[in-house]
T-cell receptor, first 110, second 112 residues
Framework: KNEVEQSPQNLTAQEGEFITINCSYS?????LHWLQQHPGGGIVSLFM???GKKKHGRLIATINIQEKHSSLHITASHPRDSAVYIC????????????FGTGTRLTIIP | ETGVTQSPTHLIKTRGQQVTLRCSSQ?????VSWYQQALGQGPQFIFQ???????GRGNFPPRFSGLQFPNYSSELNVNALELDDSALYLC???????????FGPGTRLTVL
């Protein structure tokens, strides 16, 4: 079992729909990252969370430390949101290495 | 723009060859991590360097090695390339304790 599990693996939705991507982890963490990866490979950091909720534009990220679960929400989705969304956790001991989920491929259809 | 650059962007090598990938971090970011991302997978941690010393290593064989230089640049070297080494290689720089990692655009390596 992977330390970081994401669901769904693939998600196709119509423009305007509300999107939720889930992430569960099994290790103690000091922070959780939501990352966006477009075709071509570049990774952009969307959020870094250690508790509660963060909002940036149409994106909202929440984390429940007790349940070891985080969600990324996209409101009023748009075709330009199509990308792979990756959850990654920073362990709370040792060096600051990220452990990644396998990603959720999101496709928004106009 | 994360301020992290990588070179080259694409590279094709044959099995058995050696390759050096380069990463230039933001000034002041004295921690750099390297990740391997196979097609359709999430990135996997290769190793991390802090102040020019290796500071942790993932499950990769010794033919994967690295260097970090005082000018915040670093290298990933892979010897005796294998077909399975074909992947996107990402570097990420950070300031210890700040948790945020800044990713470069990656180098896509193809081994034939």
């Amino acid at each position: 079992k992977n330390e970081v599990e994401q669901s769904p693996q693939n998600l196709t939705a119509q423009e305007g729909e509300f999107i939720t991507i889930n992430c569960s982890y099994s290790v103690g963490i000091s922070a959780l990252h939501w990352l966006q990866q477009h075709p071509g490979g570049g990774i952009v950091s969307l959020f870094m969370l250690s508790s509660g909720k963060k909002k940036h534009g149409r994106l909202i990220a929440t984390i429940n430390i007790q349940e070891k679960h985080s969600s990324l929400h996209i409101t009023a989705s748009h075709p330009r949101d199509s990308a792979v969304y990756i959850c990654a956790v920073l362990s709370n001991f040792g060096n600051e290495k990220l452990t990644f989920g396998t990603g959720t491929r999101l496709t928004i259809i106009p | 723009e994360t301020g992290v650059t990588q070179s080259p962007t694409h590279l094709i090598k044959t099995r058995g060859q050696q390759v050096t990938l380069r990463c230039s971090s933001q000034s002041g970011h004295n921690t750099v991590s390297w990740y391997q991302q196979a097609l359709g997978q999430g990135p996997q941690f290769i190793f991390q360097y802090y102040r020019e010393e290796e500071n942790g290593r993932g499950n990769f064989p010794p033919r994967f090695s690295g260097l970090q230089f005082p000018n915040y640049s670093s290298e990933l070297n892979v010897n005796a390339l294998e077909l399975d080494d074909s992947a996107l290689y990402l570097c990420a720089s950070s300031i210890p304790g700040r948790h945020t990692q800044y990713f470069g655009p990656g180098t896509r390596l193809t081994v034939l």
